[in-house]
């Protein structure tokens, strides 16, 4: 199976930008992400040949679809930030050190899609979600000592 080398890719479909869900993989153009709907729109969909054949991309692997709000917080980013930060320093260090790693798959999804600038922008966002994470690191090691027990919400 091919497609674990594939990361959060986009259809290739002519003027399509959704989320990747399928692969056709060439012996001489290599691979091709496509959407479901661009996908079986392709005469050799779902065909197998010496030399093409598809796959399904794991779930795992399909790209994120941005989304404008956060579930259970609609309109309130302001409060998703209070309750973040309203956590144990390590825990708020561990959430820098997530999101830093999921923009950085994103940053190789768009690369795979060939858009290097906003691969670029999203890995420098990475850097320096990453020094977030080692400054909240910083900010545990000197509270640590004074906490008691954790608290459960």
């Not at 986009?10 to 012996?27: E, H, N, V």
């Not at 729109?41 to 795992?60: G, V």
């Not at 909240?136 to 509270?143: A, H, S, T």
Request: a positive charge.
């Amino acid at each position: 199976m091919r497609t674990k080398k594939l990361v959060h890719l986009y259809c290739s479909g002519q003027g399509c930008d959704k989320p990747a869900t399928w692969a056709r993989f060439t012996q001489y153009s290599g691979k091709h992400p496509f959407c479901d709907v661009c996908a079986k729109k392709e005469i050799d969909f779902n065909k197998e040949t010496d030399n093409l054949y598809w796959e399904k991309i794991p779930a795992k692997r399909v790209a994120p679809i941005h989304r404008i709000e956060v579930e259970h917080y609609e309109g309130e980013l302001e409060l998703l930030v209070r309750r973040i930060h309203g956590m144990r320093y390590d825990k708020v260090a561990e959430f820098y050190l997530l999101t830093a790693r999921e923009l950085h798959k994103q940053a190789e999804g768009d690369e795979a899609k060939g858009r290097t600038v906003l691969a670029d922008i999203l890995r420098g966002a990475a850097s320096t979600t990453l020094r977030q994470h080692q400054m909240f690191k910083g900010v545990w090691r000197l509270c640590k000592p004074h906490i008691g027990k954790p608290k459960k919400s």
